[in-house]
């Protein structure tokens, strides 16, 4: 069980805009900033936003994410068929003293 | 462009030793920390450790506590994890990843290496 909760699934129609939450606690959301990525299957890894809301460059900006409380959220506007991918939310957990991440959500574009 | 490639990964016995590394390049290695996170088959990213540019600061995950170990050589540009007592749930893709940030409470991975398989079983 993650300390990070998040739908296990998500699904949406090109160029609709779709939004993926991550649900914490005290010691982790609501302490510290959150980032989020992307992954494709039998990849590695990418970078999608850090600092809850920062864009790395060459992400296109059609991702957003922000941050409320003990809750983050990240959406993909103007959704394409490359990004069916699990996207995952991660944090650092001050109790746990470990970085956590939620157990992701399997984008599907319909 | 940061660059970093794993290997090590193979089929060991439970209860058996490994040890993976990680070669980082394009990027001033003994200044970032760095960490081991894994993909077990079927299941999320797990976060397993961190150590900071100098060594000075390690984290681990409780469920890696006394059994693995993070180390790095500056001198190389090399990342380490010795892994002892394997248990089959110790079977996933492990990845190294670059920290970027100021500290670890809000530091984030970017990039990642392209994995190696260690597979757990008799």
Redesign the interface.
């Known amino acids: 069980q993650?300390v990070l909760t998040q739908s296990p699934s998500a699904s949406g129609t090109p160029g609709q805009r779709v939004p993926i939450s991550c649900s914490g606690g005290s010691s982790n959301i609501g302490?510290?900033?959150v980032?989020w990525?992307q992954?494709f299957p039998g990849?590695?890894?990418?970078?999608l936003i850090?600092?809850n809301s920062q864009r790395?460059s060459g992400v296109p900006d059609r991702f957003s994410g922000s941050k409320s409380g003990t809750s983050a959220s990240l959406a993909i506007s103007g959704l394409q068929s490359e990004d069916e991918a699990?996207y995952?939310c991660?944090t650092?957990d001050?109790s746990?003293?470990?970085?956590?991440?939620?157990?992701?959500t399997k984008l599907t574009v319909l | 462009e940061a660059q970093l490639v794993e290997s090590g990964g193979s089929l060991t016995q439970p209860g058996g030793s490994l040890r993976l590394s990680c070669v980082a390049s394009g990027f001033t290695f003994n200044t970032q920390g760095m960490?081991w996170?894994r993909q077990a088959p079927g299941k999320?990213?797990?976060?397993i450790s961190?150590i900071s540019g100098s060594s000075n600061y390690i984290?681990?995950?409780?469920s890696v506590k006394g059994r693995f170990t993070i180390s790095r050589d500056n001198a190389r540009n090399s990342l380490y994890l010795q892994m002892h007592s394997l248990r089959a749930d110790d079977t996933a893709v492990y990845?190294c990843?670059r920290a970027?940030?100021s500290s670890?409470?809000?530091?984030?991975?970017?990039?990642?290496?392209?994995?190696t398989l260690v597979t757990v079983s008799s």
Request: proline share 7%.
């Open positions: 993650s302490s510290n900033p980032n990525y992954h990849t590695s890894p990418k970078l850090y600092n790395p699990d995952y991660a650092w001050d746990l003293n470990s970085l956590v991440f939620g157990g992701g | 960490n996170v999320g990213l797990e976060w961190y984290y681990y995950a409780d990845y990843a970027r940030g670890v409470k809000v530091m984030w991975f970017d990039p990642w290496g392209q994995g």
